[in-house]
């Protein structure tokens, strides 16, 4: 039996992984990352051990440091969890000659079904279907070219060791193959050390429908029913359900067929996810792929059937025989998960970065939450954007999703941009509950993309300077120090003649693009008259406690949470967080004389990253919308385009370099 377990990975699916080992008595041993020094699954394990950098290469993807580390301190298994090395080949054969028990499948069987080109060779070999396409050894981009024109528009390219709907380019006309092909390959390179590509047949508007399956070393193979995972944004999972909603039974019957004659083929041996899409126009079932792992979304599948896949995963690397069959395992009740993520639904779902400064969990009945932060963790640029996941469970569907929508509602979460209130608007839908979902959902219920609810940034900015002011006023008041208040400070900057406290005074602050923003403020009996551009707002009835400000403006009661972190003022609601860096005079006159520089034409990354390439050289002449910069950033690869026409006049990074978010990475005279 396993005593000591290693678990390779971070975040939530670490802290998932340690539960269950405390309650089978197992040790847990965490490894952590500089940036994880005080993370949640650093606290939670028993042992806890430094593995190095923050980049995940030099950490949680290290695996000769990994395996050195289980071998130092004895653990007998390995836990990957998912992503990193959870389907890494060479890491689950160092495991085995290290006699370390790695806590999955066998690794000829991780090696299979890591590539997408040879699991769909497998599939068709079982009499899977898979989406038409090609899945040749021959990478040539001519041959490529040539079967795109076979299979037709649109047709998608996909990075064979692809995963998290990385890798995955649509092409709708043939003309931009070329230019979608280079950019799929250098992405997978990028990403999955393998430039290999298949095409796929693009079928407009599918189901994402998947199949749990648990096998054992002993032959033993059930399914745990199906979970829909059809609601997704950039090919990534965003709500997930088990059972599907609208599936007649002969297609459910037939997605277990499949994904059991597909295990059984490659007599599979831990808990694996065999994913389809299904053609709603035609029903049609299609293999897409199987990972050979646990699934973020797993909790679903165990709220219905009552198992812990953890335990079973843990129990069959151990050698346990499954100790019931396929007509034992029944489900009962409706589960849906929605994933919490540290990113800006109404831009792009662009990740964001930041410290929680208030952070609190729902809870209540059917209520589970699967989290790796706590207050004060930091989301940093180093791993995915997820922070929790929030699963609720009822006797049926629409208990589920009321459940969901009020946890959802009782999650504080402040400091970092998140995706809480684009999942309650997508989940109070009635296309939610009326129809078959479909992978368009999102595009199709928000057309324009979705717009966060519109909190006046002009109210905001009002109690972001009320918080300034008293958090100064305090500061003072409790060091009896020297440092000037902004009442004192500021009297250069009063711009009426009085010298009394409650003469106008002026503050500067510059927002994260570089903009300063010049508010002017008046105390009058307990009151402040805040100016911002054409504005004039009342603020009264102040109350300031360390996180957070609550005032009427204008009548209008109003509550954010605050925090400053060195000269940096952060003002969030529950899912929008704004941070402003406070200027004096003379650094807002010298910011703003390089601000002006280059106006339009500079290209800016968008958040923290590194480049992978730059398309162009003092001098080339560019057009608008020509890519300049390849950038990859939160494990996205991302082209950037030249705004305005015209001189290339300045590169500052090359390949390789890090930079930070908001950072000019090219200057362009515009013609
Ligand atoms: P990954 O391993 O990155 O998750 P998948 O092959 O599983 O990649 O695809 C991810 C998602 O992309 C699917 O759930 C589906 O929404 C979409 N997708 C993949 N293949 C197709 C296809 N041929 N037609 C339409 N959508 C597809």
Request: glycine share 6%; aromatic share 6%; proline share 3%.
């Amino acid at each position: 039996m396993i005593k000591r377990l290693l678990i390779a990975n971070r975040g939530e699916i670490a802290v998932r992984v340690i539960n269950t080992c405390k309650k089978m008595g197992i040790t847990t041993i965490a490894v952590y990352s500089d940036a994880d020094r005080n993370a949640k699954h650093t606290q939670l394990a028993h042992e806890a051990y430094s593995i190095g950098a923050s980049e995940a290469s030099a950490s949680y993807l290290d695996n000769n440091k990994i395996i050195n580390l289980a071998k130092k301190v004895s653990a007998d298994a390995i836990h990957p969890g998912y992503g990193f090395l959870s389907e890494n080949t060479d890491f689950v054969r160092q495991c085995e000659d290290n006699d370390i028990i790695f806590i999955g499948p066998r690794k000829d069987v991780v090696h299979q079904m890591g590539s997408k080109i040879e699991s769909k060779h497998i599939a068709l070999a079982c009499d899977v279907p898979t989406v038409p396409g090609y899945f040749g050894e021959d990478q040539h981009p001519n041959t490529l070219k040539r079967e795109a024109k076979k299979i037709g528009t649109p047709l998608l390219i996909k990075a064979s060791a692809g995963g998290g709907g990385r890798g995955i380019r649509i092409v709708r006309d043939l003309s931009t193959f070329s230019e979608a092909l280079e950019l799929a390959t250098k992405e997978a390179l990028t990403a999955f050390g393998d430039a290999s590509v298949l095409l796929e047949r693009y079928i407009e508007e599918p189901r994402h429908l998947e199949v749990q399956v648990l096998g054992d070393l002993h032959g033993n193979i059930v399914h745990l029913f199906e979970r829909e995972c059809s609601i997704q944004r950039n090919h990534q999972k965003v709500i997930e359900e088990a059972p599907a909603n609208f599936l007649d039974d002969g297609t459910r019957q037939q997605l277990f067929h499949y994904a059991l004659r597909l295990a059984n083929h490659i007599q599979y041996s831990s808990t694996g996810t065999v994913e389809f899409i299904v053609d709603n126009n035609t029903g049609d079932v299609f293999f897409l792929e199987m990972n050979t792992r646990l699934q973020v979304e797993h909790p679903v599948t165990e709220n219905i059937t009552g198992l812990d896949l953890v335990e079973w995963q843990i129990r069959i690397a151990s050698g346990t025989t499954l100790p019931f069959s396929q007509k034992d395992i029944t489900t009962s009740g409706w589960s849906i998960e929605a994933r919490v993520a540290a990113e800006n639904p109404a831009e792009s779902y662009r990740p964001e970065i930041g410290h929680l400064t208030f952070y609190r969990e729902p809870s209540g009945t059917g209520i589970r939450i699967d989290s790796g932060v706590q207050q004060h963790s930091e989301i940093s640029p180093f791993y995915d954007s997820m922070i929790a996941k929030v699963i609720a469970t009822g006797d049926n569907r629409a208990i589920a999703t009321q459940r969901l929508i009020c946890a959802l509602d009782d999650f504080l979460l402040a400091g970092v941009s998140n995706n809480i209130q684009f999942l309650k608007d997508l989940l109070s839908l009635p296309a939610f509950s009326e129809a078959a979902l479909t992978t368009s959902y999102l595009t199709q219920q928000f057309p324009q993309g979705w717009q966060a609810p519109n909190h006046s940034r002009i109210d905001m900015l009002a109690l972001l300077t009320v918080a300034y002011l008293k958090q100064q006023l305090n500061n003072e008041s409790i060091k009896h120090s020297t440092q000037p208040s902004p009442w004192h400070s500021l009297e250069a900057w009063r711009i009426t003649g009085n010298t009394n406290i409650h003469s106008q005074s002026q503050l500067i602050f510059q927002d994260v693009t570089g903009e300063q923003i010049t508010v002017s403020y008046q105390l009058r009996n307990n009151s402040y008259l805040i100016s911002i551009v054409e504005s004039t707002l009342r603020v009264t009835n102040v109350t300031h406690t360390d996180d957070t400000i609550r005032a009427e403006v204008d009548g209008k009661l109003l509550c954010f949470r605050t925090s400053f972190r060195q000269n940096k003022i952060t003002i969030a609601t529950n899912t929008t967080a704004h941070t402003y860096l406070h200027l004096s005079q003379r650094e807002a006159l010298a910011s703003n004389s390089t601000t002006q520089l280059s106006g339009e034409g500079r290209v800016k990354a968008a958040m923290p990253g590194s480049i992978e390439g730059v398309k162009v050289a003092v001098g080339d002449k560019v057009k608008k919308g020509d890519i300049v910069v390849i950038m990859e950033a939160m494990k996205m690869v991302q082209s950037l385009a030249s705004s305005v026409d015209g001189t290339i006049s300045k590169v500052h990074y090359q390949p390789g370099d890090t930079v930070e978010a908001h950072a000019v990475l090219v200057e362009i005279e515009e013609i």
